[in-house]
Structures are given as structure tokens and as C-alpha cells.
């Protein structure tokens, strides 16, 4: 299979080519990256050049709102999956307009080369298979007090911050397109990851930072909020099922089933560096910050045969713990350029 990633030097998509390169030997990616600032195009420079360079991947540097571009590296793939996007909720609320611009129109964009390739596709080949990547944070909060309320795939979209309504938007016009065309588009809703390659912007990766840093960690308001952790690799294999086995025009909630409060995050951090609560400084909360995400992640589990099965703490937030220690050399130029 040809697999157009969007995003690849990002987060969630680096780790994504390095999953799918490893469990599917015969597996081609192409990454469409713009290398914004959470792009980085050394999260996979091993994979470009000298003898760790891997023939099975190739990076192109580009934005998904270049029509001409899209259509061009989708007529060449079997599949796309997309996880180009605008992803800090912090950044939206300060200006929401990169937010729109990458997230609702490059994602049109992208479904339109679809369509103009589809149109010339041999019947025979079958559909190209689009997943578009997106997020819990769409279907708005949970409150804290009912534990059993979790989101499905049947919760309706009522996303709260400008980040989760521009993600939102771009759900709609994938499942439109799914609809009005008849394109092969699944949709993937995944709670909050975690894990190595992670921008230290997030609350994760900021807060091993700032502490390898001698720094305080920043918590919002009473600590309480929720957050439904996920190991990232986890993600790219509930991604990459959902590819092979997943139906048209279905959306699939993925979770962790790792319910933590921001309070509780932030002391198993410190536990695991062997440091106290003095280091935290509380802050004023986000505006708007969603309570609660959770997912009930029945249908990956059922129909694709899915389960978490690298995200279970405190082992796997140890982990990422060591890898960001490990890896100084990896974050500290990425805080150094935003200072
Ligand atoms: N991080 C999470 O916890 C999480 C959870 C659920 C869903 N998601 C979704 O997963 C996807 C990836 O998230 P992430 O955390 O890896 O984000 P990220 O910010 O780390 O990476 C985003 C990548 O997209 C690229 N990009 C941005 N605008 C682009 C454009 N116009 N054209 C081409 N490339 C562009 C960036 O250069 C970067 O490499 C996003 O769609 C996000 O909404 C993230």
C-alpha cells in the first residue's frame, strides 16, 4: 500500500511512519509536511539520509491548501491519512484563523483532490481509503461528576474551543464528502496522547522539561479537569486498523481508558523525577476549559479488534519520562526558538 500521510513530521504523524514502516514491511509513505512550527522535519531525518535512510519513505515539503500539489501525491497513493492540523487549543484562543485556514479549508482542499483522482481511478482498483484524524475534543465536555457518561461515536459534535470547532468543521466535511461523493472517508475522534516527539508546548512534554529545566510546571485553575490518556503509538495502530479494516463513511472513537485529572498527571510526573509539590505554580485557568473528555472505545475494540495495549501507567508515562530525558538534544533547540 502507498500511504499519503499529512503532518508525518508532527507529533502523532513522525510516530505514525515509524509504526507503520516497522509492522508493514511492504508499506510505502509519503509525508506532506509544511513544517510549521510544531513540525519538525528531524523527528524522521534518520529516515532520509545515510544508512539508517529508508527507501519506503520519502518527504515533501508543502501545505495541504496547495490544490495543484494534493492532487498530484494523492493520484500516486492508495490511501491517505490525515493529521496535518493546527493542534493547540492555547494557540487557537490567542488567534483562531491558522486554526480555520488549516483545519477546515486544507482539509476541503484535500477531500476535493480526492474527489478529481477518484474520478480517473480504475474501477478495479478499488477506493482510495481517506482517514481523517481528528479529535474527542469535538464532542464539547463531560462533567465530573457522572463517571459513566463517556463519548461515543454517536455523541453529537458541540465542540467548545476554537481549536475543537475548526477540528469539528473539518469532521463535517469529511463525512459530507463521504455522503455527497461516495469517498472512501473514515473518521477517527482519539482522546488526549502522549509519548516520545512530542512539541513541548503540550502539558506533558512541558512539564518534564521545565523540570529537567529547574523550572516550576504550570497548572490550570483547581487541577481537576480530565483527560483520557493515550500512548501515542496506541493511536497509530487504532490509525492503521482503521485503514485496513475499518468501513466507509464510519467514524471511530479511540481512548485510552487512562482517566487522570491535570492534578494527578502532574504529581505522577513529579513522583517519577523524584521531585516535590513545591514545584508546582498554579495558574489561571484556560478561558473555557473543558471539565471532561472520556472515550467508550466499544466499536474500535469490537469491529476492528482494537485495545490499548502500551498506554497503562505509571509504566508508559515512566517511559516518556525517560525518552524526554534521554533526549535534551531532541526539545531543548524547540524551547530555545520560542523563548
Ligand atoms: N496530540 C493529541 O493528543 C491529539 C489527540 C487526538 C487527535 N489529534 C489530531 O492528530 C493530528 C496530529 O496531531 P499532533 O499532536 O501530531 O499535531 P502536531 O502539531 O504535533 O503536528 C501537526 C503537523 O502538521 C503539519 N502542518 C500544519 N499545518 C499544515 C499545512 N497547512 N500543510 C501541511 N502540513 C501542516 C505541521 O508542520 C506538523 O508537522 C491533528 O489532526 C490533531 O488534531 C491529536
Known amino acids: 500500500m502507498n500511504i499519503l500521510i499529512t503532518g508525518g513530521c508532527g507529533f502523532i504523524g513522525s510516530n505514525f511512519v515509524r509504526f507503520v514502516l516497522r509492522e508493514r514491511p511492504d508499506a510505502t509513505l509519503t509525508n506532506l509536511d509544511k513544517l510549521t512550527y510544531s513540525g519538525n522535519r528531524e523527528n524522521l531525518r534518520d529516515l532520509e539520509a545515510g544508512d539508517t535512510r529508508n527507501e519506503r519513505y520519502r518527504f515533501v515539503e508543502g501545505d495541504i491548501n496547495d490544490a495543484e500539489l494534493a492532487t498530484q501525491l494523492i493520484a500516486e497513493c492508495d490511501a491517505v491519512v490525515h493529521m496535518a492540523a493546527e493542534s493547540h487549543v492555547d494557540r487557537s484562543i490567542q488567534d483562531a484563523r491558522p486554526f480555520v485556514v488549516t483545519n477546515v479549508l486544507g482539509t476541503q482542499t484535500l477531500l476535493d483532490a480526492l474527489q478529481r483522482c477518484e474520478k480517473d481511478r480504475p474501477r478495479d482498483a478499488g477506493p482510495r481509503v481517506f482517514v481523517h484524524v481528528s479529535t474527542d475534543e469535538v464532542f464539547g465536555d463531560l462533567p465530573l461528576d457522572q463517571p459513566d457518561l463517556k463519548f461515543t461515536e454517536d455523541t453529537p ?183
Open 157 to 339: 459534535i458541540a465542540p467548545n474551543s476554537p481549536y475543537a470547532a475548526s477540528k469539528a468543521g473539518s469532521d463535517l466535511l469529511a463525512a459530507a464528502y463521504h455522503h455527497t461523493f461516495g469517498l472512501d472517508v473514515r473518521i477517527t475522534n482519539c482522546s488526549n496522547n502522549f509519548g516520545p516527539y512530542q512539541y513541548p508546548e503540550k502539558v506533558i512534554p512541558l512539564f518534564i522539561t521545565n523540570l529537567m529545566e529547574g523550572k516550576t510546571v504550570p497548572l490550570y485553575g483547581d487541577g481537576k479537569n480530565v483527560r483520557d490518556w493515550l500512548h501515542v503509538e496506541d493511536h497509530c495502530e487504532a490509525v492503521l486498523a482503521v485503514l485496513e479494516r475499518g468501513k466507509a463513511g464510519r467514524r471511530y472513537c479511540i481512548g485510552g481508558n487512562n482517566e487522570r485529572s491535570n492534578l494527578e498527571l502532574t504529581h505522577q510526573i513529579l513522583d517519577a523525577m523524584g521531585l516535590g509539590e513545591d514545584r508546582i505554580q498554579p495558574v489561571a485557568d484556560r478561558l473555557g476549559h473543558d471539565r471532561r473528555y472520556a472515550i467508550d472505545a466499544t466499536r474500535v475494540r469490537d469491529e476492528l479488534g482494537w485495545t490499548p495495549s502500551r498506554s497503562a501507567w505509571p509504566a508508559a508515562l515512566d517511559d516518556t519520562v525517560a525518552w524526554y530525558r534521554q533526549n535534551p538534544q531532541w526539545w531543548q533547540p524547540l524551547k530555545a526558538a520560542k523563548a
